[in-house]
DNA sequence: TTATAAATTTGTAATGATTACAAACTACAA
DNA sequence: TTGTAGTTTGTAATCATTACAAATTTATAA
């Protein structure tokens, strides 16, 4: 399908700006701030402005066409995957690792759940630690 | 138990500043941000300053004596409730209520999760919406 | 105690992500 | 073609957070 189509799906008018950003978020799986995000399309299209990225993202958030993960302090990461998933951030080399249902099958119920009356909208399970490879990194140097 | 032998058991030394901040964190469950506890406690320590709390705060994150909650883009939180839960935020009010296991048995599983070879240290369940309180706002409204 | 070193606090200045805003531009319908 | 609403853009402002060095407090050792 078409990113065009795709995000008319969610009511959103498929300007080239926003074609561009989610074209960017379905094909970079890496949690990109809105930084990383300018920094490589701004290259492509050279008038685009940082305001731009900003405002399209809240408008995909706002429509359940992207994910907005404030799962660290210093800065928001976007996830153009809105299927139901889980991250990891490792607090080292700040990689961000999707975790899908198949390896954490509690995510699954996360969909269902129910807090008194209050009317859910989001729920996010954010784990954090030090991530596989920096733990090997971190033994290297406590060998040498 | 007195707050400074509380904080003692976290390996922190308990420093006026210190111990103002964690009776703070204790006593209000309002998962205040450091401009909240600063403008409570300046009335009582005048001197006490912002970078002292945001300093505090770190300590106490980093020795488990305290938690930060990444729940919200504006600014973080913090919470002296070092026991298992999850926390619900308004979107409208901005309040932050907290979920025990006894109402959401899922959080029981969290401390025991896995993910690969990573070394998990910390994970948030962080649920949005809207507040019972405020959708019965809305509701009044419409109706009129 | 007293002197000295180490740790901590404080206030100010700097940083940097995000937002406000108004002017310029674009899409689209009459 | 023209008008209007919607959108983008660049700049300036905001505001939470951090850096930093001086001042202060606490710990240590003589």
Redesign the pocket.
């Given at each position: 399908m078409r990113v065009e189509d795709y995000i008319l799906k969610f009511g959103i008018?498929p300007?080239?700006?926003?074609v561009a950003v989610m074209k960017y978020l379905l094909t970079h799986k890496t949690h990109p701030?809105?930084?990383e995000i300018y920094e490589s399309l701004h290259k492509e299209?050279s008038?685009?402005?940082?305001?731009?990225i900003?405002?399209?993202l809240?408008?995909f958030v706002e429509n359940g066409a992207a994910l907005q993960l404030n799962i660290e302090?210093?800065?928001?990461h976007f996830d153009g995957d809105i299927s139901a998933h889980a991250h990891f951030m490792c607090q080292h080399c700040g990689m961000i690792y999707d975790i899908f249902p198949s390896k954490m099958p509690i995510i699954n119920e996360l969909s269902t759940l129910e807090f008194g009356s209050h009317n859910i909208q989001n729920v996010q399970l954010n784990l954090t630690g030090v991530c596989e490879k920096c733990m090997k990194k971190q033994k290297n140097k406590e060998t040498k």
């Open positions: 008018k300007l080239v700006q926003r701030t809105v930084e299209i008038t685009l402005s940082k305001t731009t900003y405002n399209t809240k408008l302090d210093k800065c928001v």
